[in-house]
């Protein structure tokens, strides 16, 4: 059963994927790729809270949703290669501060999941 949920999660999550890349990606800058990460950590943060410390979530339900809607939604993949990308097209300063803007945001939008999970009674 947990592997049918870790399978039907990612298919789900690998099409919002698709689709939020597909309505926000920009020329010059990868704005979908950039609010699925953030989105996504936020949601494994607010996840893992009501999931693993509230055990308000059965664990089928958690693995389907974490692991595999967040595993697929989350592009830490495409990521790289994005910041790789840059890098071999002589824009050094766009991967760096692409790479700050999302490890730093998707910090802190990890944080505010696992904070605002915290905070539901």
């Not at 309505?23 to 800058?29: E, K, R, S, V």
């Not at 824009?91 to 505010?112: D, K, M, N, T």
Request: proline fraction near 4%; avoid cysteine; hydrophobic fraction near 55%.
């Amino acid at each position: 059963m947990a592997i049918l949920a870790v399978a039907l999660g990612g298919a789900i999550g690998s099409v919002l994927r698709y689709l939020i890349g597909v309505w926000a990606n920009q020329p010059g800058w990868p704005l979908g790729t950039w609010l699925a990460n953030l989105s996504g950590s936020f949601l494994i943060g607010l996840l893992y809270v009501l999931g693993k410390e509230k055990g308000w979530l059965p664990p089928d339900l958690y693995l389907l949703l974490a692991t595999g809607v967040m595993g697929g939604f989350t592009t830490f993949s495409t990521f790289s290669l994005e910041v790789v990308t840059y890098a071999a097209q002589g824009l050094p300063v766009r991967a760096f501060l692409y790479v700050l803007a999302s490890v730093g945001a998707g910090l802190v939008a990890a944080w505010l999941g696992w904070w605002v999970g915290r905070q539901v009674m």
